[in-house]
């Protein structure tokens, strides 16, 4: 994303500026909910912070160059949140990401699931729609 501050429009698509969005998430807060966690993975993304995408899966075995390298070859145009199914400890997103690599048209719907451990929401695996 070009010429992307801390006062831009938060990619989540939230309409709020990212420092009040998901840059506290970004920077170490607690996701409240999955829902929550989903938009601020979403953010991530969009910006290159993929230390925050690795930090937030279940899965530590990700390649980093090669999500740095998704993530800066894509751009993140919109996220819409379709469904959101809350829980104790399982919960599920189901959303569509509106994303352009080199140009062409990625979009895709994902039903993603996540857990909660030890306190913090964690992406665990997703489903494509
Ligand atoms: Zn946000």
């Known amino acids: 994303m070009k010429r992307f501050s801390v006062n831009s429009a938060c990619p989540c698509g939230s ?3 990212y420092k009040k969005c998901c840059a506290p998430l970004h920077k ?12 601020s993975r979403y953010s991530a993304y969009a910006i290159s912070d993929i230390k925050y995408i690795i930090k ?6 990700l390649d980093e ?4 390298e998704f993530s800066k070859k894509c751009d993140f145009q919109k996220l819409e949140i379709l469904e959101f199914i ?10 569509k990401a509106s ?3 080199d140009n062409i048209d990625n979009s895709f719907c994902e039903k993603s699931r996540f857990i909660k451990k ?10 494509f729609l």
């Open 28 to 39: 170490g807060a607690f996701a409240k909910n999955a829902l929550e966690l989903m938009k």
């Open 99 to 101: 994303i352009f690599c």
């Open 65 to 68: 160059s090669e999500l740095k």
């Open 56 to 61: 937030t899966s279940l899965d530590k075995n």
């Open 15 to 17: 309409g709020k500026k």
């Open 86 to 95: 809350d829980g104790e400890s399982e919960a599920f997103v189901t959303f």
């Open 118 to 127: 030890d306190n913090r929401w964690l992406y665990v695996d997703g489903e």
